[in-house]
C-alpha cells in the first residue's frame, strides 16, 4: 500500500517508524513553483496527527484511512492552510489546531485549539514541540516524532532540488539560501527575526532532540544526519563568530555548505 519515499505524488510513504509522508502538486508561492508535502504521524494509543495537509484526493484518503482515524488536522504556520477544509469537512471529529495568526487569517474556519510551546497531551508521548518566536512576521510550530527521531519543519527549512527552478528564480532561490546543498529559511524571513534571543532559545531546544531525519515541507528532507542538516539550515542563526568558525573548519560536516 505505501511506497518508499520519494513515492508519486500525493500517495503515502514511510519516512521511518510509525510516520509517513505524502507529496502533493507545487503551488505557485511569489512565482515559485514551489513542491508542497504532508506527513502523518500514527500514535501509539489509536488516530493519527496530520501535520501540513495536502489535497485530500480519494487514492491520498483511502491510504490515510488504512493507517487509522486522522485524530489531530494541524497547520504547523499561519501559511499551511490552503487544504485544512476539506481535511475537518472529511474528518469532522478530528480536533484541528490553529497555529499562531491563522485564526485571524482563516475566520471562516472553526478551530478547535491552538499550538502553543507546550505539546498537547493527546500527543506528547510521541511529539514534542517548539514555538519558533522570534520573527516578527510568523511563527511556526516545529515538532519532534521520537520512535522515529524525526523533527518536522514546515517553511523554516526549504531544500528545493538544485535544478528545479531555472533561470532567474533560481539564481534568486539560491540566493535565498533554500536550494540543496544550502537548506534554511529565506533570506528574506531570516533579516525579520528581530528577537535573536528567542529564535536562538526555540533553536536550542530544537537542537536537544535527537533529530535522525528532517521532513520538510518544501524541498528534499533529510533521511538521515538531521541533526547537522538542522545545524547548517540554521547556521544564519548561529552568529557571526560561530560562522566564522564554521567557515574556517572545512572539516566540520555540521556547517558545511554555508548559506549566504
Ligand atoms: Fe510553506
Known amino acids: ?8 505524488a500525493t500517495r503515502l510513504g514511510a519516512f521511518g ?14 512565482g515559485f513553483p514551489y513542491p508542497t508535502r504532508m506527513a502523518v504521524v500514527r500514535l501509539t494509543q489509536g488516530g493519527l496527527f496530520v501535520w501540513s495537509p495536502i489535497a485530500l484526493t480519494a487514492d491520498l484518503k483511502a491510504e490515510v484511512e488504512a493507517l487509522g482515524n486522522p485524530r489531530f488536522l494541524v497547520s504547523p504556520n499561519k501559511l499551511h492552510h490552503l487544504y485544512l477544509a476539506e481535511w475537518k469537512t472529511a474528518y469532522p471529529r478530528a480536533t484541528l489546531f490553529a497555529s499562531p495568526g491563522l485564526r485571524r487569517r482563516r475566520k471562516d474556519l472553526a478551530f478547535d485549539d491552538d499550538l502553543t510551546d507546550t505539546p498537547d497531551p493527546g500527543w506528547a508521548r510521541e511529539i514534542d514541540q517548539v514555538l519558533f518566536k522570534g520573527s516578527v512576521a510568523m511563527t511556526e510550530a516545529v515538532f519532534f516524532h521520537r520512535a522515529s527521531r524525526t523533527a518536522l519543519f514546515a517553511d523554516l527549512i526549504q531544500n528545493l532540488p538544485h535544478d528545479f527552478v531555472k533561470g532567474w528564480r533560481g539564481v534568486l532561490a539560491r540566493l535565498g539560501g533554500i536550494v540543496e546543498p544550502n537548506p534554511g529559511a529565506p533570506s528574506d524571513w531570516r533579516t525579520i527575526f528581530l528577537d535573536r534571543k528567542a529564535a536562538r532559545r526555540a533553536l536550542a531546544r530544537i537542537l536537544a532532540w535527537d ?3 528532517v521532513i520538510i515541507a518544501h524541498g528534499t528532507p533529510a533521511e538521515q544526519d538531521g541533526q547537522a542538516f538542522v545545524r547548517r539550515a540554521f547556521a544564519w542563526l548561529a552568529g557571526p563568530a560561530a560562522q566564522r568558525h564554521a567557515t574556517e573548519r572545512n572539516d566540520d560536516r555540521d556547517f558545511e555548505g554555508l548559506p549566504g
Do not use: H, K, L, Y
Not at 517508524?17 to 511569489?30: K, L
Open 1 to 8: 500500500m505505501t511506497q518508499r519515499f520519494p513515492g508519486p
Open 17 to 30: 517508524p510509525e510516520i509517513w509522508i505524502a507529496d502533493g502538486p507545487t503551488v505557485p508561492f511569489f
Open 211 to 213: 533529530i535522525e531525519r
